[in-house]
């Protein structure tokens, strides 16, 4: 069975490896692999938050996806580091509001039987001594966060190393069991996997409602430099109404994020959007304007027309979607790809996937 993965970022890479792994022969063809939003995204692994509140099906695919992380990284990383840590996640409170959620937090992750700690001001300077004085926090000691860059080339190399093709090509067109590339060739297939993000419906050759319309949304996200550790677990700062996630590497990086922004296919990085998130960030933190400037990056999250993932068969036959993941391509790249494995060798995939079917968009 010889089937083609359009599209290289983290939920491409991560179902062509679990399908090669299930004996299936994978090409993925996309011009630039591992290099769009899943490169530009901070890898946090939060445990659960507001947007999964009144959101059970989505819910479902989350604590699926989690449950799958450590088992999907053991084996990933027979190959290759993952930059996979589960060493906690912070929610700091910086004001009363922000304090109050917590309470609900709490109680959603534990009636979830996800453990928390719930941490006095004086624990939060203890545990992040970096931040500015927090009125409180939930700590989440079974999460974490995963480093995207990492995980995408460790992605590739199992790949390569497993026998699997990676093209660096753009697809134009669909017809007759075969993909049309930029350059003319054509590459046949026996079935075809559709995981370009907010470029997928871009993909000519398909009947019109057969692929949603996956739209951009733009996410900046900051990287920050120091000689060690300025935080010493990935946190979220919940100040002011939002929520800013803050991201530490071993080496010194510090990954803060991120805007929200609806402006179609811009990849533009502003002094908009670094001026944003440096003061979001400084609010909290008072000694980040000493770290050294790494970079600014943005990247485009695809959402469907729900703001769900579309996951699975389309109505034309042997054409699959895994798609319109939003800001959840990472946390939910291992759900997606073993379920995706299912699909492409004829077994029941996950149950959390089903409500996820293409067909729901379907006329």
């Known amino acids: 069975m010889n089937t083609v993965v359009v599209g290289g970022g983290v939920i491409g890479l991560a179902t062509a490896w679990q399908a090669i792994r299930q004996g299936v022969t994978v090409t993925v063809i996309d011009p630039a692999p591992a290099t769009k939003a899943s490169h ?3 890898g946090m692994l ?3 938050n507001e947007q999964l509140y009144g ?5 479902r695919l989350c604590l699926a ?3 799958l992380y450590p088992s999907f990284v053991a084996e990933l990383e027979e190959f290759a580091s993952a930059g996979f840590r589960r060493d906690g996640v912070l929610d700091a409170a910086f004001d009363d509001d922000a304090l109050a959620a917590l309470d609900h937090q709490q109680s959603f992750q534990e009636a ?3 453990r928390t700690e719930r941490l006095t001001a004086a624990e939060c300077a203890k545990l992040q001594p970096a931040f500015a004085p927090a009125l409180g926090g939930l700590l989440s000691p079974d999460d974490g966060a995963v480093d995207p860059r990492v995980l995408n080339e460790a992605l590739i190399t199992a790949i390569e190393a497993l026998g699997g093709t990676v093209v660096r090509r753009r697809v134009v067109r669909v017809a007759d069991h075969a993909v049309t590339l930029d350059n003319g060739d054509a590459v046949p297939f026996d079935r075809l996997v ?5 470029w997928t419906h871009h993909i000519e050759g398909l009947p019109h409602d057969a692929v949603p319309e996956i739209r951009p949304v733009k996410g900046q996200i900051l990287r920050l430099h120091s000689d060690r550790p300025l935080l010493d677990v990935t946190a979220r700062a919940l100040h002011k109404g939002s929520s800013l996630y803050l991201v530490p590497r071993p080496g010194g990086e510090l990954v803060i994020g991120a805007t929200y922004e609806e402006r179609g296919y811009d990849e533009t990085v502003t002094a908009d959007g670094t001026r944003e998130l440096l003061n979001r960030a400084a609010a909290v933190m008072p000694d980040v304007g000493a770290l050294r400037f790494a970079e600014i990056s943005a990247g485009l999250r695809p959402a469907a027309p729900d703001d769900l993932p579309v996951i699975g068969p389309t109505d034309v036959p042997d054409v699959y979607l895994a798609t319109g993941h939003f800001r959840m391509g990472v946390q939910l790249a291992p759900v997606t790809a073993v379920a ?3 699909y492409l060798t004829d077994t029941t995939p996950h149950p959390s996937v089903v409500p996820f079917t293409p067909l729901r968009f379907s006329s």
């Open 40 to 42: 530009v995204s901070a």
């Open 112 to 114: 979830l039987g996800i």
């Open 65 to 67: 996806s989690r449950a």
């Open 55 to 59: 959101q059970d099906d989505l819910l």
């Open 194 to 198: 559709l995981a370009a993000g907010c």
């Open 340 to 342: 995706m494995a299912a």
């Open 46 to 48: 939060p445990p659960g």
